[in-house]
């Protein structure tokens, strides 16, 4: 069954460190998103992507982020100066329509130290 | 604003017992409502949905009812099982924007002993 994956599982990092959280959404996706669940709280919605270009993003959204989709695969999330209160788990997930079921990778935790 | 809250947790049962965990909302249009399961070790899976008032979502022995009247989908299931040891978290969707981002509750912990 195709899955969306997630890498690295967990990412340790220094503060004012960049990194790149990355993605495969599953291979026939169209649409795609990143969530992140600080530890204890909810579930937030960071950005959604399709046809190459950002279609919504939230508040928390701000310039230290981007999304790119580099190679047709994968699909990126970068925190350029990291903060200790990005310290969460990630979430990437797809969907094959505007309205279809979103499909959610494992995410990755991300410690900023 | 567009808003889900759903009971804290840990909610700890016995295998067999019944299960309740209670999700309202609040929506400016006319969201679609979803619950969503996370096993350890796992990314989030749809566990069920249903997109208008009074409509019934149900799947692997849960279900859930969209009141409109009380703003309200709480899960529930009959007997649960070990294997139901999970995070459950409630979930809407507008349609505004066209893009269906979803917005979550804080997710509730459930523990099943056999």
């Known amino acids: 069954e195709p899955e969306v994956t997630q890498t690295p599982s967990h990412q340790v990092t220094q503060m004012g460190q960049e990194v790149i959280l990355r993605c495969v959404p599953i291979?026939?996706?169209?649409?795609f998103y990143w969530y992140r669940q600080i530890l204890g709280q909810k579930v937030e919605f960071l950005v959604s992507f399709y046809n190459n270009e950002i279609s919504e993003k939230s508040e928390i959204f701000d310039d230290q982020f981007s999304v790119e989709r580099p190679d047709g695969s994968n699909f990126t999330l970068k925190i350029r100066s990291t903060k200790l209160e990005d310290s969460a788990m990630y979430f990437c997930?797809?969907?094959?329509?505007?309205?279809?079921?979103?499909?959610f990778g494992p995410g990755t935790r991300l410690t900023v130290l | 604003g567009n808003s889900v809250t759903q009971m804290e947790g840990p909610v700890t049962l016995s295998e067999e017992a019944f299960l309740t965990i209670n999700c309202t909302y609040t929506a400016t249009g006319y969201p679609s409502l979803f619950w969503y399961v996370q096993y350890p070790g796992e990314g989030l899976q749809l566990l069920l949905k249903a997109t208008k008032a009074d409509d019934k979502g149900s799947n692997k022995g849960f279900e859930a009812t969209y009141r409109k009247e009380t703003t309200s989908f709480h899960l529930e299931k009959g007997s649960v099982q070990v294997s139901d040891s999970a995070v459950y978290f409630c979930?809407?969707?507008?349609?505004?924007?066209?893009?269906?981002?979803?917005?979550f509750g804080a997710g509730t912990r459930l523990a099943v002993h056999p």
């Open positions: 291979s026939n996706h169209l649409y």
């Open positions: 997930a797809s969907s094959a329509g505007r309205t279809n079921e979103q499909f």
């Open positions: 979930a809407l969707s507008l349609k505004d924007g066209g893009y269906n981002k979803l917005i």
